[in-house]
């Protein structure tokens, strides 16, 4: 059976290393608290004491009832993780070490041993035109071995996307409230603001756009190239040097587009290339989102 090249043992290294040198703060511990409505819920009030710190003092519940108080809290049920991942034949694109799709199966496979090593449950859903596999959140490390083989199955790639129908599959078959994590090049977004407009309203949704740098900018010193659209097949002769500035235009345009339409349907958006490494920017953004969720 054909399969993807994905090697996260470096990756799984180094997100260890960039963890363990957050100032005050674990990413595998509390990165729950990072999402709506998870890490902890409210409990009880109790009475202030001298080892309490000030800054959790409810003023409010302690102007009514003249003593100190402050909030208890407990930790929410575990967290359910989807990784929804466009397996079209765009992902299939490369100019670095790693084609899109590699890129992608490594980040999600690394992000979903530290989810899952934290104890809470992962699924995955492997889409192109239409909802190609389906793996049902489950916790435990033996569902780390599960995802990661689908991710590397190469005969689940290829086709176009479709955001609809895996937008309605998501609306139909996944819990509310559960974090669902898409990851696409969202170099076609036909749709997708209808798609966003439901699913943003009933999950905790983030979008993760991986692209090569090709998809942003033509390389320079190049003649006349053939293109070959991998769904269609259908090829084109290009000059990159014409279109090098018009190309890199309106590729930025669409990015900006796409961040502003996630940020408008109330959803989360982390950019990222294939020609640099994702666990820091990874980290940098889960703990962001941390803080402003406080």
Do not use: C
């Amino acid at each position: 059976m054909p399969k993807l090249k994905i090697d996260i043992t470096p990756s799984l290294q180094k997100l260890d290393l960039v963890v363990n040198g957050l100032v005050n703060t674990k990413f595998m511990g509390n990165y729950a608290s990072a999402f709506k409505g998870q890490g902890l819920e409210f409990s009880d009030f109790r009475s202030y004491s001298p080892s309490d710190d000030a800054g959790v003092i409810d003023w409010v519940a302690s102007n009514r009832s003249r003593k100190l108080l402050v909030k208890e809290y407990v930790e929410e049920r575990n967290l359910n993780v989807h990784f929804v991942v466009d397996v079209s034949s765009k992902m299939l694109l490369g100019s670095t070490k790693k084609l899109k799709a590699e890129y992608a199966a490594e980040l999600v496979s690394s992000f979903s041993n530290t989810i899952l090593r934290a104890g809470d449950f992962v699924g995955l859903t492997m889409f192109s035109d239409k909802v190609i596999k389906n793996i049902l959140p489950t916790n435990g490390m033996k569902q780390f071995h599960i995802i990661s083989e689908a991710l590397s199955n190469l005969s689940f790639y290829g086709g176009e996307n479709n955001f609809s129908e895996v937008f309605a599959y998501a609306l139909k078959f996944f819990d509310e409230g559960s974090l669902v994590i898409i990851i696409s090049d969202f170099v076609n977004t036909k749709n997708i603001a209808d798609a966003l407009k439901y699913t943003s309203k009933k999950f905790d949704l983030i979008g993760i756009m991986v692209r090569d740098p090709i998809d942003i900018s033509l390389p320079d010193g190049m003649g006349q190239v053939m293109v070959e659209d991998p769904a269609t097949g259908e090829r084109l002769l290009i000059s990159p040097r014409k279109l090098k500035s018009n190309y890199s235009r309106f590729a930025k345009k669409q990015v900006a587009d796409l961040k502003k339409e996630f940020k408008i349907k109330g959803a989360d958006f982390l950019e990222l290339y294939t020609n640099k490494s994702f666990v820091e920017e990874l980290v940098s953004f889960f703990h962001k989102r941390k803080l402003e969720w406080k």
